[in-house]
C-alpha cells in the first residue's frame, strides 16, 4: 500500500517538514521569492512526495535535477522556467544549484493584487499538467528581469509594494502567456479523470463570479457540481480527492474564504452584505464560518488588511 501524500499549505511548512532551512523564507501575505542555493546547503537532494497548496514559479537560471508533477517527470536544467498549481502531486530532486529563483503565490494573493477575476485573464493556471520551456540566454533575461524586480520590491518597506509586486506578476504572467501558452491549451485532456478536474474547476469559478455579480445568492453543493456532469456525488469526489489532494467541500471552503477575504480587503461591503452576497443567509453564520476556517472575526480579518 502506498503511503498518503502530504499535503502543505505554504512553502515554510514545506520545507520544514522536509529538514530544510526556512530562516531565509519570509512569506508576505502569501508570497515568498528565494534563490533555492540559500535553502539547500547540502547537495544532493530528493524531495518526499506532496502536494502543495499554493502555485509555484521556477526559473532555472543555473542548476540541475528533476521534477515530478503528477505522472509527469523531467529534467531541469539551465534556462528551464515552469510552474505548479495547488493540489497536484509533486517531488523535486536537486543535484547542483548556482542559480534558482523560486516564486510561491496563494489564490488569496493573486486575487487581491493581480486581477480579482484572475482564471478567466489567464486561464491556463488552472491547468492540469504543464511542461516546461527551456529558454535561450536573451529569452531567460528577460524572465530574471522581472523576477529580480520582484525580489526587490518584496524586500522594500513600501507601505503598497503588494500593488507594486502585484504589477509586476502581471507583467511576469502575460510573458508567460505570450511565450508558452498564447494559442495553445495546457490543461491535459488524456483521460477521463482530468477533464472532470477541469470542469469542477472551471464550475467552480463560474459560480463565484455568478455570486460575486448578483446572478445568484445560492450556494452549490457537492452533489450540485456533481449534477453538472451528470456524476455521482461519491464519484466526483473521489476523483477531485485523488487528483487534488482536497476533497469538493474542501475546494468549495477554501474559495469561499479566499473571496471573503479579498471583499474583506478590497471593498466597503459591509460584513451583512458580503455575507449575503456570498450566499449566507445570516450573518452570524457567515462570521462563524469565517471564524472557524481563519481563526479571526470578519472585523477582526479587515481591520488588520487596512
Known amino acids: 500500500m502506498s503511503k498518503e501524500i502530504v499535503s502543505f499549505k505554504n512553502l515554510h511548512e514545506t520545507y520544514k517538514n522536509m529538514g530544510l532551512p526556512v530562516n531565509e523564507i519570509t512569506d508576505n501575505d502569501g508570497l515568498t521569492i528565494n534563490n533555492l542555493k540559500d535553502l539547500h546547503p547540502e547537495l544532493p537532494f530528493k524531495s518526499i512526495g506532496f502536494r502543495p497548496g499554493y502555485f509555484s514559479f521556477l526559473f532555472v537560471k543555473d542548476?540541475?535535477?528533476?521534477?515530478?508533477?503528477?505522472?509527469?517527470?523531467?529534467?531541469?536544467?539551465?534556462?528551464?522556467?515552469?510552474?505548479?498549481?495547488?493540489?497536484?502531486?509533486?517531488?523535486?530532486?536537486?543535484?547542483?544549484?548556482?542559480?534558482?529563483?523560486?516564486?510561491?503565490?496563494?489564490?488569496?494573493?493573486?486575487?487581491?493584487?493581480?486581477?480579482?477575476?484572475?482564471?478567466?485573464?489567464?486561464?491556463?493556471?488552472?491547468?492540469?499538467?504543464?511542461?516546461?520551456?527551456?529558454?535561450?540566454?536573451?529569452?531567460?533575461?528577460?524572465?530574471?528581469?522581472?523576477?529580480?524586480?520582484?525580489?526587490?520590491?518584496?524586500?522594500?518597506?513600501?507601505s503598497i509594494k503588494n500593488k507594486i509586486i502585484g504589477g509586476f506578476l502581471l507583467i511576469l504572467l502575460l510573458k508567460i502567456k505570450e511565450a508558452f501558452w498564447n494559442n495553445y491549451n495546457p490543461i491535459y485532456e488524456g483521460n477521463k479523470s482530468s477533464q472532470i478536474v477541469k470542469n469542477f474547476k472551471k464550475n467552480l469559478e463560474h459560480h463565484?463570479?455568478?455570486?460575486?455579480?448578483g446572478k445568484t445568492d445560492k450556494q452549490l453543493r457537492v452533489k450540485d457540481y456533481a449534477l453538472a456532469q451528470n456524476l455521482h456525488e461519491n464519484y466526483l469526489n473521489n476523483v477531485i480527492k485523488s487528483k487534488t489532494g482536497k476533497s469538493v467541500s474542501n475546494w468549495i471552503s477554501d474559495k469561499l474564504i479566499t473571496e471573503a477575504k479579498s471583499l474583506l480587503k478590497n471593498s466597503t461591503l459591509s460584513i451583512k452584505e458580503i455575507a449575503y452576497k456570498l450566499g449566507f443567509?445570516?450573518?452570524?453564520?457567515?462570521?462563524?464560518?469565517?471564524?472557524?476556517?481563519?481563526?479571526?472575526?470578519?472585523?477582526?480579518?479587515?481591520?488588520?488588511?487596512d
Open 63 to 158: 542548476a540541475k535535477g528533476k521534477y515530478t508533477t503528477d505522472d509527469v517527470s523531467f529534467n531541469t536544467e539551465p534556462g528551464t522556467v515552469y510552474f505548479t498549481n495547488p493540489g497536484h502531486f509533486k517531488s523535486f530532486e536537486w543535484n547542483e544549484i548556482k542559480d534558482v529563483y523560486l516564486i510561491t503565490i496563494t489564490e488569496t494573493f493573486l486575487k487581491e493584487n493581480v486581477h480579482t477575476n484572475i482564471f478567466k485573464e489567464f486561464p491556463f493556471l488552472l491547468s492540469e499538467t504543464v511542461y516546461p520551456r527551456n529558454l535561450n540566454e536573451t529569452a531567460f533575461k528577460e524572465f530574471e528581469t522581472i523576477y529580480l524586480q520582484i525580489e526587490k520590491e518584496f524586500k522594500s518597506e513600501s
Open 208 to 213: 463565484f463570479r455568478e455570486l460575486l455579480d
Open 281 to 305: 443567509i445570516e450573518t452570524s453564520h457567515f462570521s462563524n464560518y469565517f471564524k472557524k476556517n481563519t481563526k479571526t472575526s470578519p472585523e477582526e480579518y479587515r481591520k488588520s488588511a
